[in-house]
């Protein structure tokens, strides 16, 4: 088990880095020096490989997602801490690796975008209730179309030519994203709190 999770990990790295369909598998064997045998031990082929990978980044995703939930109960806080880790970690996949999962593995792909679409809804829409039951949040607004909504710019707003032409580091265009759409759905109470944030993207 540890050697599939090693495998895993400098897969990921190595896809993130060059793009998933220039990656071999026998690039990933002498990256972690193994044989391409035991590679094949672990894995069948490459899209066994890539699947398993997304599958990885995903549970990554839930675990800390989880973890924030746990452990901040300020729905603002909450939501800041969430969405900077969702942004942060989706800018990791760079777009030739997006671009190449796309194209040449879509079932990995559509795994991705499942995951986005129901996941982190799910997520979104449990903050969406903290925040109205803490009295954060109004309630003139459609929670599952906001949700929906910035579940997908957090999927695609780094593949944004418009906005990476800006000459704004992307940190500071992901703190402006995210303060707009909380003003929008937050009560008088709710722009008190995010005005006493300190706005920093914290390290992934």
Same mark, same amino acid.
């Given at each position: 088990m540890e050697l599939v999770s090693r495998v895993q990990s400098t897969a990921e790295r190595l896809f993130r880095r060059f793009g998933v369909k220039s990656v071999t598998m026998d690039d990933v064997a002498k990256e972690i020096s193994i044989s391409k045998k035991t590679l094949y031990k672990c894995f069948k082929d490459k899209e066994s490989l890539v699947l398993s990978t997304v599958e990885s980044h995903m549970r990554e995703n839930e675990e800390a997602?989880? $973890?924030?939930?746990?452990?901040e109960p300020n729905a603002i806080e909450q939501f800041h801490l969430i969405t900077t880790y969702l942004m942060n970690n989706q800018r990791k996949m760079s777009p030739s690796m997006l671009y190449d999962l796309k194209k040449y593995h879509p079932q990995s792909f559509e795994l991705?975008?499942?995951?986005?679409? $129901? /996941? %982190? %809804?799910?997520?979104?829409?449990?903050?969406?209730?903290?925040?109205?039951?803490?009295?954060?949040? /109004?309630?003139?607004? /459609?929670?599952?179309?906001?949700?929906? @909504?910035? @579940?997908m710019l957090s999927f695609y707003v780094f593949d944004s030519e418009e906005l990476n032409s800006l000459g704004i580091s992307q940190d500071d265009v992901l703190i402006e994203i995210i303060k707009y759409h909380l003003r929008s759905i937050s009560t008088e109470?709710?722009?008190?709190?995010?005005? @006493?944030?300190?706005?920093?993207?914290?390290?992934?």
């Open positions: 997602i989880e $973890n924030i939930i746990q452990t991705l975008e499942k995951y986005q679409s $129901n /996941h %982190v %809804v799910r997520h979104l829409l449990t903050n969406i209730a903290l925040g109205r039951s803490s009295g954060l949040y /109004h309630n003139n607004f /459609h929670a599952e179309i906001i949700a929906k @909504s910035f @579940s109470k709710g722009i008190e709190n995010i005005n @006493s944030i300190e706005w920093k993207i914290k390290p992934s």
